[in-house]
């Protein structure tokens, strides 16, 4: 369960969160700061991605084209990174069931 965390979250997401979800990417590691979300759709369904952000049009992307990948949508509004990183492990359990099931394609959290 690997996951891509969008520019508007931390970087420090990915290792902070290391131990629930190794080798999660934020799209700064991968040279993707200000790229347009279609391309980074398209890395993810590449490498086996699922797409965290809070991002509305990732949502809008996900009701559009289906997956993969998959999306997490975070709806907290303002808030810090740590809330990110609590609400993800909460809902580890979750996010692991939403992973396994090939029926879905998006995951809101809040």
């Not at 934020?26 to 200000?34: E, F, Q, S």
């Not at 890395?43 to 952000?53: F, G, Q, T």
């Not at 993969?68 to 509004?77: A, Y």
């Amino acid at each position: 369960m690997k996951l891509l965390f969008d520019e508007n979250l931390s970087p420090k997401l990915p290792s902070r969160l290391s131990d629930r979800f190794p080798n999660s990417l934020h799209v700064r590691d991968i040279g993707m700061k200000a790229t347009i979300d279609s391309i980074v759709w398209d890395y993810a369904k590449d490498n086996n991605l699922m797409i965290v952000s809070k991002d509305a049009d990732m949502h809008d992307l996900s009701l559009v084209l289906g997956k993969p990948p998959k999306v997490i949508w975070l709806r907290l509004g303002n808030c810090s990174t740590r809330q990110v990183e609590n609400l993800l492990r909460r809902e580890f359990n979750a996010i692991r069931l939403f992973y396994e099931d090939e029926s879905l394609s998006l995951l809101a959290l809040s």
